[in-house]
Nanobody
């Protein structure tokens, strides 16, 4: 499966953005999809994930209550709605696909998109 992330940009603190992850291939619905982010000089970290049928979602504590992940399998797309953005949310955001169990572990993801930059100004 090939993934392409989009929707990043510059936003003021407190603002909102919606990221999209578009996938190619007929097997999209057989993958759990995760969002990760990497800020300059920092390790890549888990943000959110959604199970293949959308029935289960997972969030990092740092984004819980502010970010919402959703998917539309008919359109091969996963969304990350980001509200109440903070400067510390500034990072390159990546979507990734996995069939493994540990959805919060980046090493378990086999396919990655190219990343989209989110910049939150204070």
């Amino acid at each position: 499966v090939q993934l392409q992330a989009s929707g990043g940009g510059l936003v003021q603190a407190g603002g909102s953005l919606r990221l999209s992850c578009a996938a190619s291939g007929r097997t999209f619905s057989s993958y759990d999809i995760g969002w990760f982010r990497q800020a300059p000089g920092k390790e890549r970290e888990f943000v959110a994930a959604i199970s293949r049928n959308g029935g289960s979602t997972y969030y990092a504590d740092s984004v819980k209550g502010r970010f919402t992940i959703a998917r539309d399998n008919a359109k091969n797309t996963v969304f990350l709605e980001m509200n109440s953005l903070k400067p510390e949310d500034t990072a390159v955001y990546y979507c990734a696909a996995t069939r493994r169990v540990r959805v919060t572990i980046s090493d378990d993801y086999a396919y990655w998109g190219q990343g989209t930059l989110v910049t939150v100004s204070s």
